[in-house]
C-alpha cells in the first residue's frame, strides 16, 4: 500500500528535488462507473502542432475549445482554456497565468468553468463538454465553420498501450485559405488569437514528447483493453482492472484525502498578510495590427498579493464598459485578464494598457493596436475573417515598409543632483510623418535595463515630450539613462548620464550611505543581504556597516548585528516564518554612523518553494504526487546519500552548502540533516536538530573563525534517515573571497570642454567585482573628489562636471564584496578642454552669381566646428546630364577663407552640383549633401542678387543683431539699400513681413521688440532703381531668450583718464579670440584704438576719443555658442566720457558736505566739513583771513581719514576773529577748499549764541532745571505745578514762592523721578498770581518762575473747568416737597464754570418757580409745582470759556409721570409735617427735687388745628387736683405745678399734644427726694437748680413712639427749679428746601435748650470734636455754642 512522504501531512510543499530526469510525476485519476463496476483510467495530454496539424489516434475526434483538456507535466499543466477533474466532488482547475510550470488543483468546490469536465466517483457519465483524456496522444481538430469550432461527441476505450498518432494534412487546394488556429492562453473561457509564441510552441512540443516517452514505459499490467468499433466517428472503451489494482486505487484515494485535509488545515494557519508582494505581470499582452471589422484580444496575467486589481486604459484614458455596450469585454478570471474589441474600426487604432494595483503598488504594461483599413490589395474575403495569423512579414503603422524619422528637441544634458532631491529628465519627441491616431513606444533604460515606474520613478508621455521623474534620488539611481522612442519597427535612442552626490551627512566625518541592497536566498528563517560600499568614506576608513530590518506593514527598525561586519554580505537570522521582511545598511567610521540606504524590495521568510509555489497563486493546493512505474513500486524506501555537496561560499561568519538529492529516494519527499565537523576529527555534529532541511541549499553559522571544518548531509523521511554524503574537503572559517588589488594603467583622454575619459586595465586575479570607482583632483589642490557614487562596471567612464582650463589627475579603485581595493597610481595630469575633431559638414549652399563661365557659391559654416577654428573650405562640383550626376571634381586645390567662392571654366548652360566640406587642425570634415542642381548661364536680371552670409549675433531676450554681406551679382544698377524680413519660425509663407519701411544703407540691423521664448528666422533683400532682388538664404531658427551668463561690453574711465571698453567671457575654449568691431566692420590696425587681451578679458581703449570715434563697437568671440556684446558712443555719450575723464585726470576729493560752523555745549565753536572719504596720505590746510592758522592752545585741528571728517575747535569767539575761513584737502593727486565767511550780523548772532551756551553750561554745573515751571490739571481738577530738575543732590533744597511770599510745604520733595510738583487743590481766582521755585545748594541756584495772570490765568481757568464739565455726571431726576429736580454731580464747582438749561431746545428763563443752583458739588435746576408743560427734553450746559458740554435728560413719559406722583406724596408729607400738633419748648429729662418743695414745669405746644392736651403718670391717664395743677391756656402754653411735693409725686409724666395731622409726647421723670428738716421752694433758675436734655417723641397720626427708660445717679442737691425755655409761640418752623436746613434747625434747638447748663453737662458735639469723629464745620459749630 502506497503513502504520503511525511513532511506533506503538514506542510503545502512542492519539492523541486522530488524530479526524475526523464519522468517527474504523473497525476492519475481513476472513476469507476456504478453500471459496469469497472474503473476508467484517464490520463489525459495536448499534442499540438504549428500549421494548424491535427493528431488523431484510430478516428479524429475535434473537441472545442471550451472543452478542451489540459495535462500537467512535472506538475505543469498549460492550455487554451482549464482542464477540470471532479474527484469525489474535487475540481482542479489549471490555469497557466501564474507560472509555465504550476499546477493548480482545486479540492471539494464546484467547477470553476462553463467548459470544465467534471467526473464522479459515483460513475458519473463523462461531460460532452468535459475535457477528454485518451491513452495515448488527443487530437484537436481545427476547421472553420463561421468562425467557431465544430464539436464532435467522441467516446473512447481505453487501450493498454499509447498508440502514435497519425497526422492529418491540409490538402493543397487549401493552402491558400485563411486557418484559424488556437494558442492556449490559460482561461476557463472559449478566446480568439491570432498567433502562437515561442514559449506556448516549447512547451506544446515538451508535452508531446511527454507522452510518446510516457507511453514506452506503460505496461498496462493488470488491465485488458478490448476495441469494439461502432460507427466511423465514435469509439467506445472498455476496461478491466485486476483486484490488486482495484485496492492499490482505494488506498490511494484514502491517502490522497487526507492530505488535502492537511494542506487546506495548514492553508488556514498560514497568515498571507504577511506575504504581501506588488503586482507583477506574467504574461503581458502583445501589440496588434488587424484589419477593419475584425475581433482582438489583448491577454495578461498578473500575480500579486492581495490580488491585483487591474484596469484596461485607451491612450491613458480608462475603458468604460457601460459607455459602449458590447464593444468591450473585460473578463478578469484566476489571474488571467483579458480586453476583447469587437468589430474594430480605425478609431480603435491607440495604445491600450493593463495596470495592476494593490496595497503594494502599481504596475502596468503596454500594447498597441493598429486596424488597417482594406485598400484591395488583399482579397476582400479576408475582411471577414474572425481569426487571421500574423504576416510573415512585419506591417508598420504607416503601411508596409515605412520608415519613420524620428527625433529629439530640448534634449537633457548630463544631470547631476543630490540624494533625497527630485530630479526630472525630458526630451521633446518629433516624429515624422505624423501619425495621430498611432502612439510611439516609449521607454526608458538605466545601464541599458529598462526602467518600470514604481514609487522612485515616474514617467509621464504627454504626446509631444516624455519625462522621467526620480521622485526621491538615491546613488542607485545614477547611471546612464537611455530615452528609446519606437514607432513599429523604427526607433531612435539619447542617452545622457545622471549622477547622484551623497546627501550632507547628519554627523560631519561620517561615510556616504550604502548603495543597492539586495535580498539574496532567501529562506524561511534567514536571508542574505548584500550591498555595495559608498564612494565617499568621510575621510576615515570605514569599520564596517549595519544591518537593519523592519517587518512590512510596521515602521520599526531592529539592528541586526551588534558589530560592524565587513563583508558586503551578511544573513540575516531570526526571522519569522510567513512574514516579510525589507532592510537597509549603514557605514560606520570613527566619526560616526552615515545615513540608512534605500530599503531593499520587501521579501518573505519562506521556504523557496513555498514562495514559488504562492508566487503562481495556485486555485488550490498541491495533493501530493504518484508515479505509476511498470513495477509496483516499494513502499517505506530509505533515502540515499546526497551528491555533489560542495561549500558554494565561505566567510568569517557563516558557510552555505549547496548539494543534490540522491536518485533512491522512494515516492516520498525528503529533507535534510546537515552535519559538521572539525577536521581532522570524525566527532560529527548536527547543525539542524529541531527541523530538517526542505531544500538542498543550507547556511551554516556560529563557527570558529580560522578554524577548519568538513560538512555532510544525511536524507530522511518517513522511513528513516540515510547514509551521510561525502564530506566536503576541510573549509577554512575565512574570507574566501579576497579585496581586489589596484587597478592599473590610469589613461585619461580629452572628451569635452567639461569632461574626460578615464580608461584602466582590471586588476590581476579579480574576482566578483562589482565595479570601480573614479575619483579626480585639480592638481597641485590635495583635495579628491568622487567622479561617480554607483560603482561603473567596464573599465572606461566619463567624468563628467569638471572645470574648463584646469588641469586633473584621476585615480581609481576596484569594489567588490569583500571590500574597496588599493586606490590605484594617479594618472599623468590632462587639461579639460574639448578634443579636435574635424568639422561637420557645411550646408544651405547657394549661387550668388552666375555667368557664362563660373558661378559664385555661398554656404553656411558647420554647426560643429571640432573643438579648433576653421581654416578653410573646399569646393567639389559635378556636371549633371539628364538627370544623371557625373564624377566630383576639385574646384580648390587651396582652401578657401571665405564662405563665397568663385568657380572657375565652367560650361555655359550646364547643370553642376555643388558640395562643400570645411577643414581645421583636426582634418577635413565630411562633406556637404550635394546642393540642388544649378544652371550655368548669364544672369541678366536688372535687380541684385540675394545678400549671403546672413547670421545673428547679439541674441538678447527682446532684440538682437542681424549681420549680412552684400550681394556679389548687384544687378544693372548700384545697390541703394536693404530690406530685412522676420517671422516666427513656425509661421508659414505668407507671414513674412518687412522690419523696415526704408531700405538701409548699412549692412547691420538691431532688431527690437521680440517675444521672450519665440522662435524666429530673418531673410535680407537688396535693393536698387531696378526693385527688390531675391531674398537671401532664410537663417537659422534663432530663439529670443538671454542666456544665462551673458555679459555685456562695460565702458571704463580709469584714474588716468584713459577711456576704454571691456568685455569678459567665461565661456572661452583655448582657441576662442576676441574680435572687435566698429560698426560690425573688424578693426585693423586703427591708429586712434589700442586692443589688450589677457585670458577672458579683452579692453578696447581710445588714445584720444573724438567725433571721428563715434559708432557702435562690438566684440565677438570666437569658438563660442555665439557670445558677443556691443557699446554705442554718440555724441551725448561721448560728451559724458570725456567729462569723466577730466574729472580722473584732473580729480577733486569729493565732499559730502561743505564748510559748517556749529556751537558746542561749552560755548566752544566747531568748524567742520566731511569728505566722501580720504587715503592715509590726505592733508589739510586751514586758512584764517588767507592766512594759515596752526593747531596750538586757541586752534584745536583734527583730520579723521576714516570718515572723512575736518574740524576745527576754538574755545571762544572774540571780535578779532570776525573773517572768512578756509579749509584746503589735498589727497594723492585730488584737491579740494571750502569757505565760509562770518561778518557782520552772521558773527554777532554766532558770538551771541556761543555766550548763550556757555552760560548755560555753567548753569547746569549745579541744580538746575530741564523742564521750566508749568502747569497741568490732574484728574480731579486739582492744578499741579511741576518741572523738571537735574544735577540734585541730597542737600539741595527747593523753596515755593507766590507773589514773593514764600509757600509753606509740609514735606520736603525727595528728588526721586527728577520732577518737582505743587499741588493746588480747588483752584479758583484767589489763587491767581506769579509763582516761583528756587532750586540751591553750594554749588549754585536756579530758578524758573510762572505767571499765572490775565491770559494765563484764564487758560488755566478755562483747562480747569474742562476737567470739571468733563467730571459732571449724567442728569439724574430727583422728586421734592416743592417739586422736581434735576441735577449733576461734579468733581468741585468754581464761579468760571458757566451753567445754563435749555428745554426742547429753548434756553429757560430763571424764575422762582424755574431756579437753579449749585449746592456743594451738585448742580441742579429746580422745578417747583411742575406742570404738563413741563414734559420735555433737558439739557444742562457747561461752557469751559472755549467748548460747550453738555448733559442730557429726558423728563416725560413714565420718567415725568413718576417724578410727579413722588413730588406730590412728599407735598402731602410736608404739610403734615408742618402742621401736626407738636412741643416746642421741652421739658426736662429728669427733675430731683426735695420733699416738700414746689415744682413748676411749663411748656408751649403748636399744632393746626390746636392740639389736645393730656398728661399721663406712669403711663396711665393723668388729671388735675388740687396737689397737681395742670393749665393748658391760649392754645400754646401748659403748665405742670406741684405745691408740695411728696415721695408720692416721683414718677415719669407725659405730656401728649395731639391733633388730627399727629401727636407728640414728652416726658419729664420727676424723683422726690425725702429729707427731714425745713422745707424751701426751688426756683426754675435757681443755681442748684439742674436741667437735664429733653428726649421728645414724635408721632405721626399713623404711628406712635414711645420712649424708654434710664437709670441716673442721684446727686446732693437740696432743691432745684427746673424750667424749660419756651420760644416765641408765633414762630412758624420752616420747611427745609436745602441739603443741610434740618440737621442745622436741630442743632439749634438743641443748642438753645441746653443753654443753661452747658457747663455742668458734656455735649456730644464736643466729645466728637475732640475725637475727631465729626466733620469739622460741625466741630466749630458746636465749640462756638
Avoid at 1229 to 1244: H, P, R
Avoid at 1554 to 1565: I, L
Wanted: charged fraction near 25%.
Amino acid at each position: 500500500m502506497m503513502s504520503l512522504p511525511f513532511y506533506q501531512r503538514h506542510h503545502e510543499h512542492y519539492d523541486r528535488a522530488y524530479r526524475h530526469k526523464a519522468l517527474s510525476s504523473t497525476v492519475s485519476q481513476y472513476q469507476k462507473e456504478t453500471k459496469s463496476k469497472s474503473a476508467v483510467y484517464a490520463q489525459g495530454s495536448a499534442a499540438y502542432a504549428r500549421g494548424s496539424a491535427a493528431y488523431r489516434h484510430s478516428s479524429a475526434a475535434g473537441f472545442s475549445l471550451d472543452s478542451s483538456a489540459a495535462y500537467s507535466h512535472g506538475s505543469s499543466a498549460y492550455d487554451l482554456e482549464s482542464a477540470a477533474y471532479s474527484y469525489g466532488s474535487t475540481a482542479y482547475d489549471h490555469s497557466a497565468a501564474q507560472s509555465k510550470r504550476s499546477a493548480a488543483y482545486s479540492l471539494d468546490s464546484e467547477s470553476l468553468s462553463t467548459s470544465s469536465a467534471a467526473h464522479s466517483h459515483a460513475s458519473e457519465s463523462i461531460n460532452k463538454l468535459a475535457a477528454a483524456y485518451r491513452l495515448g496522444s488527443e487530437a484537436y481538430s481545427i476547421g472553420l465553420k463561421n468562425s467557431n469550432l465544430m464539436i464532435e461527441d467522441q467516446s473512447y476505450k481505453m487501450s493498454p498501450k499509447a498508440k502514435r498518432a497519425k497526422q492529418s494534412l491540409v490538402s493543397e487546394d487549401k493552402e491558400n485559405e485563411a486557418l484559424d488556429y488556437s494558442v492556449p492562453i490559460f482561461t476557463g473561457r472559449a478566446v480568439n488569437i491570432s498567433g502562437i509564441t515561442d514559449t506556448e510552441e516549447e512547451r506544446i512540443k515538451e508535452s508531446a514528447a511527454y507522452v510518446a516517452k510516457r507511453n514506452l514505459f506503460a505496461t498496462g499490467e493488470g488491465v485488458s483493453v478490448s476495441k469494439v468499433a461502432k460507427t466511423t466517428s465514435e469509439e467506445e472503451h472498455h476496461e478491466k482492472k485486476s483486484r490488486k489494482v482495484a485496492i492499490r486505487e482505494s488506498a490511494e484515494r484514502v491517502a490522497m484525502k487526507k492530505t488535502l485535509e492537511e494542506t487546506q488545515a495548514f492553508h488556514k494557519k498560514l497568515n498571507q498578510d504577511k506575504l504581501l508582494h506588488a503586482p507583477e505581470f506574467i504574461i503581458e499582452p502583445r501589440s496588434h495590427t488587424i484589419w477593419e471589422k475584425e475581433n482582438v484580444r489583448f491577454n495578461c496575467s498578473v500575480a500579486g498579493w492581495p490580488e491585483p486589481r487591474v484596469t484596461w486604459y485607451k491612450n491613458n484614458v480608462p475603458i468604460d464598459v457601460q459607455a459602449h455596450p458590447g464593444k468591450y469585454i473585460i473578463q478578469s478570471r484566476y489571474g488571467l485578464h483579458s480586453l476583447e474589441i469587437t468589430e474594430c474600426d480605425f478609431d480603435d487604432t491607440a495604445q491600450y494598457h493593463a495596470s495592476a494595483m494593490n496595497v503594494k503598488g502599481e504596475v502596468s504594461v503596454y500594447a498597441s493596436l493598429v486596424v488597417k483599413r482594406y485598400k484591395g490589395e488583399i482579397d476582400a474575403s479576408l475582411l471577414h475573417a474572425r481569426n487571421l495569423s500574423l504576416s510573415p512579414f512585419a506591417v508598420t503603422p504607416h503601411g508596409y515598409a515605412s520608415r519613420f524619422e524620428i527625433s529629439f528637441v530640448d534634449k537633457f544634458d548630463v544631470a547631476f543632483g543630490r540624494e533625497g532631491e527630485t530630479m526630472s529628465l525630458g526630451c521633446t519627441v518629433v516624429i515624422n510623418p505624423d501619425i495621430k491616431r498611432f502612439k510611439p513606444d516609449i521607454e526608458w533604460y538605466r545601464n541599458g535595463v529598462l526602467i518600470t515606474p514604481s514609487k522612485w520613478v515616474q514617467m509621464q508621455w504627454s504626446g509631444e515630450r516624455a519625462s522621467l521623474t526620480l521622485t526621491h534620488a538615491n546613488k542607485e539611481d545614477e547611471g546612464l539613462y537611455t530615452l528609446r522612442v519606437a514607432m513599429g519597427e523604427y526607433y531612435e535612442e539619447y542617452s545622457g548620464y545622471v549622477f547622484v552626490r551623497d546627501a550632507d551627512a547628519e554627523i560631519p566625518g561620517a561615510p556616504g550611505a550604502p548603495l543597492d541592497v539586495q535580498c539574496l536566498d532567501a529562506n524561511k528563517d534567514y536571508v542574505i543581504v548584500s550591498w555595495k560600499q559608498p564612494a565617499v568614506d568621510g575621510g576615515n576608513p570605514i569599520l564596517g556597516y549595519f544591518i537593519d530590518r523592519c517587518e512590512v506593514g510596521t515602521s520599526h527598525w531592529t539592528q541586526c548585528n551588534e558589530n560592524p561586519v565587513k563583508f558586503a554580505r551578511f544573513p540575516v537570522t531570526g526571522l519569522i516564518e510567513g512574514r516579510s521582511y525589507i532592510f537597509r545598511v549603514r557605514a560606520v567610521n570613527k566619526a560616526g554612523v552615515s545615513l540608512p540606504s534605500r530599503v531593499s524590495e520587501p521579501v518573505a521568510a519562506l521556504d523557496p518553494a513555498d514562495r514559488a509555489r504562492l508566487r503562481s497563486h495556485p486555485s488550490a493546493p498541491w495533493t501530493g504526487q504518484i508515479i505509476v512505474t511498470e513495477e509496483e513500486p516499494a513502499e517505506g524506501v530509505v533515502p540515499g546519500a546526497p551528491t555533489d555537496l560542495q561549500v558554494i561560499e565561505a566567510t568569517k561568519n557563516y558557510v552555505v552548502l549547496s548539494w543534490k538529492p540522491p536518485g533512491q529516494r522512494g515516492h516520498e519527499g525528503i529533507m535534510y540533516f546537515v552535519e559538521k565537523c572539525v577536521a581532522g576529527t570524525e566527532d560529527w555534529q548536527r547543525v539542524n536538530t529541531e527541523i530538517p532541511v526542505k531544500s538542498p541549499r543550507f547556511a551554516v553559522f556560529d563557527l570558529s573563525e580560522g578554524k577548519s571544518y568538513c560538512f555532510r548531509v544525511r536524507c530522511c523521511n518517513s522511513a528513516g534517515i540515510g547514509e551521510p554524503s561525502e564530506a566536503t574537503e576541510a573549509t577554512v572559517v575565512d574570507d574566501k573571497l579576497d579585496i581586489p588589488k589596484a587597478p592599473g594603467r590610469i589613461m585619461p583622454t580629452r572628451n569635452t570642454d567639461t569632461s574626460v575619459v578615464v580608461t584602466w586595465t582590471e586588476p590581476p586575479d579579480a574576482k566578483e567585482l562589482v565595479g570601480y570607482y573614479i575619483e579626480s583632483s585639480v592638481e597641485g589642490s590635495g583635495r579628491w573628489e568622487p567622479c561617480n557614487n554607483n560603482p561603473v562596471k567596464g573599465t572606461r567612464f566619463i567624468c563628467h562636471g569638471l572645470s574648463n582650463g584646469e588641469k586633473y589627475i584621476f585615480r581609481v579603485r576596484a569594489v567588490n564584496a569583500a571590500g574597496l581595493s588599493e586606490f590605484s597610481q594617479e594618472s599623468e595630469p590632462i587639461e579639460v578642454k574639448a578634443a579636435i575633431a574635424a568639422p561637420s559638414p557645411p550646408y544651405d549652399i547657394v549661387v550668388l552669381e552666375s555667368v557664362r563661365d563660373s558661378m559664385v557659391l555661398g554656404w553656411k559654416q558647420p554647426e560643429a566646428i571640432g573643438g579648433t577654428e576653421i581654416t578653410g573650405y573646399y569646393v567639389n562640383y559635378r556636371e549633371v546630364v539628364d538627370g544623371v550626376p557625373g564624377k566630383w571634381k576639385e574646384a580648390n586645390i587651396k582652401a578657401v577663407t571665405e564662405r563665397a567662392y568663385r568657380i572657375q571654366d565652367l560650361k555655359e548652360n550646364m547643370v553642376y552640383q555643388f558640395q562643400v566640406a570645411a577643414a581645421n587642425l583636426a582634418g577635413v570634415g565630411t562633406p556637404s549633401k550635394p546642393s540642388k542642381p544649378f544652371k550655368c548661364e548669364e544672369w541678366t536680371i536688372a535687380v541684385p542678387g540675394p545678400p549671403h552670409d546672413v547670421k545673428c549675433t547679439e541674441v538678447r531676450k527682446d532684440s538682437l543683431v542681424l549681420l549680412w554681406k552684400e550681394p556679389v551679382y548687384s544687378g544693372r544698377s548700384p545697390i541703394v539699400g536693404y530690406y530685412v524680413d522676420m517671422k516666427e519660425t513656425e509661421a508659414k509663407e505668407e507671414h513674412w513681413r518687412s522690419v523696415n519701411e526704408k531700405p538701409l544703407q548699412k549692412k547691420f540691423l538691431k532688431i527690437g521688440g521680440l517675444t521672450q521664448g519665440v522662435s524666429y528666422v530673418f531673410r535680407v533683400r537688396a535693393t536698387n532703381q531696378a526693385g527688390v532682388g531675391k531674398p537671401s538664404d532664410v537663417t537659422d531658427a534663432v530663439i529670443a531668450e538671454t542666456r544665462p551668463g551673458t555679459k555685456e561690453v562695460v565702458v571704463d574711465v580709469d584714474d588716468n583718464g584713459v577711456i576704454s571698453l571691456n568685455f569678459e567671457c567665461d565661456q572661452m575654449s583655448p582657441d576662442s579670440k576676441f574680435i572687435w568691431s566698429k560698426n560690425y566692420e573688424p578693426i585693423e590696425d586703427d591708429p586712434r584704438l589700442n586692443i589688450d587681451t589677457k585670458g577672458g578679458k579683452s579692453k578696447l581703449s581710445f588714445k584720444d576719443l573724438g567725433e571721428d570715434d563715434l559708432g557702435i563697437y562690438s566684440c565677438i568671440v570666437t569658438d563660442t555658442d555665439g557670445v558677443s556684446s556691443s557699446y554705442t558712443i554718440n555724441e551725448e555719450e561721448m560728451k559724458r566720457l570725456l567729462a569723466l575723464s577730466h574729472e580722473r585726470q584732473f580729480p577733486t576729493v569729493p565732499l559730502t558736505s561743505e564748510l559748517a560752523v556749529e556751537i558746542l555745549e561749552k560755548g566752544e565753536v566747531r568748524f567742520w566739513l566731511q569728505a566722501e572719504k580720504l587715503s592715509g596720505n590726505a592733508k589739510a590746510n586751514f586758512v584764517f583771513n588767507d592766512k594759515e592758522i596752526f593747531n596750538g592752545e586757541k586752534y584745536k585741528m583734527k583730520v579723521d581719514r576714516n570718515t572723512g571728517l575736518v574740524e576745527m575747535i576754538m574755545d571762544k569767539l572774540e571780535e578779532k576773529d570776525e573773517g572768512t575761513y578756509t579749509f584746503q584737502l589735498q589727497d594723492g593727486k585730488a584737491t579740494n577748499q571750502s569757505s565760509l565767511v562770518l561778518i557782520g550780523d552772521v558773527f554777532k548772532k554766532l558770538r551771541d549764541e556761543a555766550d548763550f551756551q556757555k552760560k548755560e553750561w555753567h548753569r547746569k554745573q549745579g541744580p538746575h532745571f530741564v523742564d521750566k515751571l508749568g502747569w497741568e490739571v490732574t484728574d480731579e481738577c486739582n492744578v499741579m505745578l511741576k518741572c523738571k530738575v537735574a544735577n540734585i543732590k541730597k542737600e539741595t533744597h527747593i523753596v515755593w514762592y507766590k507773589d514773593d511770599r514764600e509757600i509753606m510745604v509740609d514735606e520736603e520733595h525727595d528728588f526721586k523721578d527728577g520732577v518737582c510738583t505743587l499741588l493746588i487743590s480747588e483752584f479758583s481766582k484767589k489763587d491767581a498770581g506769579t509763582y516761583e521755585v528756587i532750586l540751591k545748594d553750594d554749588r549754585g541756584k536756579d530758578s524758573s518762575e510762572l505767571k499765572l495772570k490775565d491770559t494765563a490765568f484764564a487758560d488755566l481757568m478755562n483747562e480747569v473747568c474742562r476737567r470739571i464739565a468733563l467730571s459732571a455726571t449724567d442728569l439724574k431726576i430727583q422728586s421734592t416737597a416743592e417739586g422736581i429736580r434735576l441735577y449733576s454731580y461734579v468733581t468741585y464747582y468754581v464761579e468760571d464754570l458757566r451753567v445754563g438749561w435749555v428745554h426742547n431746545d429753548t434756553q429757560i428763563k430763571f424764575t422762582d418757580r424755574m431756579r437753579t443752583g449749585v449746592t456743594g458739588e451738585q448742580i441742579w435746576l429746580q422745578i417747583n409745582e411742575p406742570t404738563p408743560q413741563d414734559k420735555g427734553r433737558y439739557i444742562m450746559e457747561l461752557f469751559d470759556g472755549n467748548t460747550t458740554h453738555k448733559k442730557t435728560v429726558d423728563l416725560s413719559g413714565q420718567a415725568f409721570d413718576e417724578a410727579f406722583a413722588e413730588f406730590q406724596r412728599l407735598k402731602q408729607a410736608a404739610i403734615a409735617e408742618k402742621n401736626r400738633a407738636r412741643v416746642l419748648g421741652g421739658l426736662p429729662d429728669v427733675v430731683t427735687i426735695q420733699e416738700g418743695k414746689a415744682l413748676n414745669l411749663s411748656c408751649t405746644v403748636w399744632g393746626d388745628p390746636t392740639p389736645e392736651v393730656s398728661w399721663l403718670k406712669n403711663e396711665k391717664s393723668f388729671v388735675s387736683d388740687a396737689n397737681c395743677i395742670l393749665k393748658f391756656e391760649s392754645g400754646k402754653n401748659v403748665s405742670f405745678s406741684i405745691s408740695t411735693v411728696s415721695t408720692q409725686d416721683s414718677g415719669k409724666y407725659s405730656i401728649v399734644v395731639k391733633n388730627k395731622y399727629g401727636t407728640e409726647t414728652s416726658d419729664v421723670t420727676v424723683i422726690v427726694m425725702p429729707v427731714s428738716g425745713q422745707t424751701d421752694t426751688a426756683q426754675g433758675h435757681s443755681q442748684n437748680n439742674k436741667t437735664v436734655s429733653k428726649k421728645k417723641k414724635a408721632t405721626t397720626a399713623s404711628k406712635q413712639k414711645e420712649g424708654g427708660k434710664k437709670d441716673f445717679i442721684k446727686p446732693h442737691i437740696e432743691e432745684i427749679t427746673a424750667t424749660e425755655e419756651t420760644p416765641d409761640p408765633n414762630e412758624i418752623p420752616p420747611v427745609e428746601t436745602e441739603k443741610d436746613t434740618k440737621n442745622n434747625q436741630r442743632a439749634a434747638k438743641k443748642t438753645a435748650g441746653k443753654a443753661g447748663v452747658a457747663e455742668k453737662v458734656p455735649q456730644p458735639t464736643e466729645s466728637l470734636d475732640r475725637q475727631g469723629k465729626i466733620p469739622p464745620e460741625k466741630a466749630a459749630f458746636g465749640k462756638t455754642h
